[in-house]
């Protein structure tokens, strides 16, 4: 017998966890079983949380380097192998997506103007992973050439460049790269003319847990980067206490100057920005991944002043050409509100309102969001959503209103980039047609295309895109985005895949739907978007709804979603699929073990299941702002109660099942994949569940394009076969 101890408590009271491991195996067996998978042994263990007994039978597939634990996921793997390549429907999906990803035009995005020059990623299908571009200031593409390519650096595709920061002049750039879609990134700084490697790289810039970041000096003889503890530290905190240091080109990193972390918080994620005056560099802290900013404010000489603290509710600061200072706040706002401090003033109580709430979404930037707020000489552009879509409003320097950048209906705008020439880039992004970017003259207030357009060898000229809204369990609208053919009939059959996030404020906003979902609009099926409580398109409110001791709200509104497409006539149970990853991948697992007679099949990606011990893994420590923590005991309660590991019932008939999830994986451990897949197979009375686990992927970020087809071709072969879909004859492609 083994005990543990572990503090739990809220406000300095403290209470026992005591976990007893009983070291006996027996074989699972149930009122129900997945009759063809292997059968997987129990080893009974008994958690107590503020004494509440708490079952964990399979606590021992946590332990991945384990030999019992390595030969169960190839046992696993290979049945699933077994099964989905025995589908004549699989390699025909393969060849079909791969080949229209691969007529796909280059793409380029995420642009970085500095000088005259821009900087950008570069995707050229069918290459395994998207490059560096450098392009002029006119954009345009034709002149274009490569500045980095990874593909040449890895043959295998799987080396990915995690961000880049060009120098100021535009003649050096700084990169993180890693490797097998392990976001564990090691910097690595490049001439731009000659492609020659300066220096030695600088390994822990960047992990999954706290991300990574970059911003050079104005001199560009150094530059500000974030790194993470080497052997100074014990193995479990080196992925916590991320610090940023300055260091001056040539010089040897281990004698890198530490600027800011000493005080910060273990789940500190750290974001540099100066792109708007690289005078003054603002390091933004967040307080793990629940919305909690402080701002930092650091000089050239590299002294720190603190502008904004957690409690302050600031969630974004820049700076402008003439070093004003802009916040977007959330104080008595949720919504969000436009403050500005003078030049040289840093008492945020200073800060005037110039832009007050309104009836949109200042959005909130982030990992996955381009800035709110972009200041240029004479304007600030505003990037707000409307329930989902983007709207830009144009504002002078003071917050009087100049108007809003054209956009073609439900669009979204993820970036807006001043250049040299006092115009502005901005992308525009639809469901119906790929991605473009737009020049904006603010002298004029016209808009006009570039030529950076990506085309796609697939059309939706026969496709709508509806929105509705259904009803959550407590009166609650939640908006649906249902993408059909044009005259689909509500019959109560057509297949219906439905997809959410709900969480840590993401917005799910318009993008290009593309080759997957032409298949499956192709075989007859509506593919559902549904915006939850718990992402951000309709402000911090609507978020925190969705969080922490609210989080059931989330699942009542996909339960709410699954419940209006089949009152609707849009299908019916068995019709029904559902699909989600990470946070998403939670979503799947709640509302499958919640309600499991709603679907038809279940494709789950790289999800959590395990509520109660997400925390003790690294990335889980830094969702306890989002989720909770099982050392609170409201949040406990919480937890325990959706907790979708700890909610399979033995002897449910679960629908079919299938889970996929990635060894490197940074963000969710790969553990929650193997013991929710074990409780499932021995529960069910139903459809079979299937794991696959890919030794070359991590959460799917940064993976080679060749590992996301094959993915994509086995989630989508298992639809076909589970709710019985045919290949079409056609493949949807555009016709002369």
Known sequence: MKTHRLLAGRQGAMRQLVVVALATFVLADAEGRDQGAPATARQEVTDSYFDVAVKDPYRWLEDAGAP????????????????????????????????????????????????????????QPPKQQPMIALLGHDA????????????????????????????PDGSLIAVSLSEDGSEDGTLHVFEVESGREL??????????????????????????????????????????????????????PTRDVLVLGDGLPKVAEIALSNRRNPEILVATVANGDGGEFAHFLIDRSGRVEQLTRFEDQVVFVTVGADASVYLVSHQDAPRGKLLKLSPGDRVLAHAREIVP??????QPGGEFGGAPVVPTRNALYLRELVGGPSRVVV???????????????????????????GSVLYDVDTYLRPRYYARYDEATGRSSDTAIAETSPVSFEDTEVVR????????????????????????????VLLTGYGGYAVSLTPSFLGPNARLWLDAGGVFVIANLRGGGEFGEAWHQAGNLTHKQNVFDDFTASAQYLIAKGYTEPQRLAITGGSNGGLLMGACVTQHPELYGAVVSRVGIYDMLRVELDPNGSFNTTEFGSVRNPEQFRALYAYSPYHHVVDGTRYPAIFMQTGQTDGRVNPAHSRKMVARL????????VYLSINAHSGHG??????????????????????LNLHLPAHDGQKRP
């Open 681 to 688: 197979q021995a529960a069910t009375a139903g459809s079979p």
């Open 68 to 123: 019992g634990v390595r030969q169960w996921s190839e046992t696993q793997d290979q049945r699933t192998r077994h099964y989905l390549d025995g589908l004549p429907v699989l390699r025909p999906i393969y060849d079909r997506l791969y080949a229209q990803i691969a007529a796909e035009s280059p793409s380029y995005y995420g642009l970085q103007a500095v000088s005259n020059r821009i900087f950008a990623f570069y995707n």
């Open 357 to 362: 709430q309104s009836d949109a979404v200042i």
């Open 140 to 167: 345009d593409p034709g002149r274009a050439r490569v500045v980095l390519d990874p593909n040449t650096l890895n043959a295998k595709g799987t080396t990915a460049i995690d961000w880049f920061v060009p120098s």
């Open 199 to 252: 220096g030695e790289p600088i390994a822990r810039v960047q992990y999954p847990t706290g991300g990574g970041s970059l911003a050079w000096r104005a001199d560009g003889k150094g530059f500000w980067y974030t790194r993470y503890p080497g052997p100074e530290r014990p193995a479990e905190e080196r992925h916590f206490y991320q610090r940023l240091y300055f260091h001056v080109l040539g010089q040897d």
């Open 468 to 495: 509705e809204f259904a009803t959550s369990r407590d009166g609650t609208r939640v908006p649906l985005n249902i993408v059909r053919r044009k005259g689909a009939v509500l019959d109560g059959r057509n297949p």
């Open 395 to 421: 504002f002078d320097l003071e917050g009087r209103a100049r108007g809003e950048l054209p956009l073609p209906g439900s669009a979204t705008v993820a970036e807006v980039e001043p250049v040299i020439d």
């Open 701 to 722: 970020i940064g993976s080679a394009l060749s590992i996301r087809v094959a993915q994509a071709a086995d989630r989508y072969a298992f639809l076909f076969d589970r």
